[in-house]
């Protein structure tokens, strides 16, 4: 029966002695084993977790660290580099931990791992003068017709049709604000096109001064 021993018998003249296993320790009847617990017996044991088994211990190390190969001592675990951040787009590792970042033109959302588009033209943040256009991750300016994008992108400045061609006017034309409008000399009508001029008849429409007969 091992001598009543739980763990080793040890035989020697006239009687016998018991002893234990690596990680027990012997009772006070000499016979039994108890679990030593290496935990609470040496606190340095371990860097950061000690976790006692029976007849043994292990160490573990807080989240964002890992265990280092002579598992006692942990390391800062990079999740960006290991993929287990969960992050939509930008990855910051720190020691023990690590924090999400989303590109220009996204907001990182409440969840604080996915992005969401920022919408720059309905919060008024794309500073554009007359037409905000969003897209995904950015945004555009443009303008109302008759005005052209200046350099900055973002502002409008009224297009001066008439030096262009006369903006397309057959005798005068003159710029406003946005638009512009055509007109003719005397001795002719503005054409339904707005632009052509037409020549009057005067005879026809009776506003010749002529005392006899007219001539067109």
């Known amino acids: 029966d091992n001598g009543g021993c739980d763990h080793n018998c040890t035989d020697s003249i006239g009687s016998y002695n018991c002893s234990c296993d690596i990680g027990y320790i012997l009772a006070t009847d000499n016979h039994a084993c108890n679990d030593i617990n290496e935990c609470n017996e040496r606190r340095d044991i371990c860097e950061q977790v000690c976790n006692n088994t029976i007849g043994s211990y292990l160490c573990?190390?807080?989240?964002?660290?890992?265990?280092?190969?002579?598992?006692?001592?942990?390391s800062d675990q990079d999740e960006c580099a290991v993929n287990i951040d969960g992050c939509d787009q930008n990855c910051h590792n720190s020691i023990g931990s690590f924090f999400c970042s989303c590109n220009k033109g996204y907001r990182?959302?409440?969840?604080?791992?996915?992005?969401?588009?920022?919408?720059?033209c309905s919060e008024g943040l794309s500073g554009c003068n007359q037409v905000c256009n969003n897209t995904?991750?950015?945004?555009?300016?443009?303008?109302?017709?008759?005005?052209?994008?200046?350099?900055?992108?973002?502002?409008?400045?009224?297009?001066?049709?008439c030096n262009t061609s006369n903006g397309g006017c057959d005798h005068t034309c003159t710029n406003s604000v946005g638009s512009y409008t055509c007109s003719c000399n005397d001795g002719y009508e503005l054409n339904f096109d707005d632009h052509a001029c037409?020549?009057?008849?005067?005879?026809?429409?009776?506003?010749?001064?002529?005392?006899h007969t007219c001539v067109n």
């Open 60 to 74: 573990e190390c807080d989240i964002g660290y890992q265990l280092d190969t002579n598992a006692i001592n942990c």
């Open 108 to 120: 990182l959302n409440v969840d604080s791992k996915t992005c969401d588009d920022i919408h720059e």
């Open 136 to 161: 995904i991750g950015s945004y555009y300016c443009t303008c109302f017709e008759g005005y052209y994008l200046s350099r900055n992108d973002r502002t409008c400045s009224d297009i001066n049709e």
């Open 198 to 211: 037409d020549d009057l008849n005067e005879c026809t429409l009776g506003t010749h001064l002529c005392e």
